[in-house]
């Protein structure tokens, strides 16, 4: 395939940009827009290169200390956590060096073909992470809000639930493919995507649905499923301040199960706001694109550098809020402790709580623990 020129990029991208600077600078020489276009470059590359190394680190640690457990691989929620880092990955290996490669070189390196499946490839894993993170939040809400139906979610279920994740992805991100929508160069020239530029009827009402379908849908499921949550979690703790310090040995599992959940809810909130904040900016840029032409170039990259971090932000996420990550990720790196705290994992894998001890009558006999087994979630 012949080398294309950077003229030949931009009819990839759209027939309205004008040839100007790839950078909107301000007054200068040609040299010294040509320094700052490096720069600009050489910073988004060595990012990308950061962002990478994080994200590889912190999901093969997820897989790791899933895949090694058999009680945790063996148990369906977890599948998700292991389909959404699989997807992480694949994007790092097979989406992002492309960019970072081009990024180094200050231009695009690969032909026309590479770029229209970087750009399909990148966005059909990105698509489907977040469908997961949806199917992920949607389980906790059966499991805390209506565990009568808990059952449903057997391993088989989850699989379906997994594959129906990949196909809704594949559904929107081949559709480009097939004449509805486009992928092109981007306007810095290093990275391929959606075709935001180019105002026709297709690729125009592509980014209007995409838009609805994959980004707001996603969001108001998320947050509607956040917000019975934390509505149920904040009713079991209130239910278990009234029943007081002093609780029967039988009554533990209820207490476990109330910190479990208020540790979950912090997390499921926690991911509910990075994906917000990650692929906002990026779904926001798009709509403005739309009735918007002339945006300024850094407009359109910041918003883009910034979505590709969301491959590492959920093993991040993880180890920020979900303690028995921490414990096993410490571990797995060799920096683990025990605390003598309530709840203390030992090395066999059980939990040691302790509580108040009441006899028969209710007289008050003192501090006891029970052995419990851990949580067999992460989630």
């Known amino acids: 395939m012949n080398e294309l020129t950077t003229e030949d990029y931009y009819g990839l991208f759209t027939d309205n940009v004008s040839l100007g600077p790839l950078f909107n600078w301000t007054n200068g020489t040609v040299n010294e ?56 990955l694949s994007v790092l290996f097979l989406g992002y060096p492309f960019t970072i490669i081009s990024a180094y070189s200050r231009e695009w390196v690969f032909g026309a073909l590479v770029c229209t499946f970087s750009g399909f490839f990148t966005f059909f894993i990105s698509l489907t992470s977040m469908n997961i993170l949806v199917a992920i939040c949607v389980f906790r809400y059966v499991m805390i809000c209506l ?62 649905a995409t838009i609805f379908f994959c980004y707001i849908g996603h969001v108001a499921i998320m947050v509607n499923c956040y917000r019975h949550i934390s509505k149920t979690v904040t009713l079991l703790a209130q239910r278990d301040r009234e029943r007081g310090r002093i609780v029967r040995e039988d009554e533990m599992l209820y207490r476990s199960k109330v910190a479990d959940d208020q540790q979950v809810t912090r997390m499921c909130f926690l991911v509910v706001i ?58 797995i790196i060799g920096c683990a402790r025990m605390d003598n705290v309530v709840g203390v994992e030992m090395p066999n894998g059980e939990v040691v709580r302790t509580f108040d001890k009441l006899s028969k009558d209710g007289v008050y006999l003192g501090q006891d623990k029970v052995v419990m087994e851990r949580s067999s979630t992460m989630f």
């Open 274 to 331: 990075v994906f917000a904040g990650v692929w906002t900016p990026y779904a926001l840029v798009s709509a403005v694109h739309i009735f918007y032409e002339d945006m300024p170039i850094y407009v359109t990259a910041l918003p883009t550098m910034f979505a590709k971090a969301g491959c590492m932000m959920n093993p991040l996420v993880y180890f920020l809020t979900n303690r028995n990550f921490r414990v096993k990720a410490m571990e």
């Open 33 to 88: 827009k040509e320094e700052e276009k490096s720069t600009t470059l050489l910073v988004a590359a060595i990012y990308l290169t950061v962002v990478g190394f994080c994200a590889i680190l912190g999901n093969i640690t997820v897989l790791t200390i899933i895949l090694r457990d058999k009680k945790l691989r063996s148990k369906p929620h977890n599948h998700l956590l292991i389909s959404l880092a699989i997807c992480d």
């Open 147 to 208: 565990p009568g139906k808990s059952f449903l979610l057997t391993p088989r279920f989850t699989m379906y639930v997994i594959m129906g994740c990949f196909a809704y992805g594949l559904f929107w991100t081949a559709l480009p493919l097939l004449g509805w929508g486009s992928y092109a160069m981007e306007p810095f020239m290093v990275s391929c995507s959606l075709n935001w530029a180019k105002h026709d009827f297709s690729n125009l009402s592509y980014m209007v």
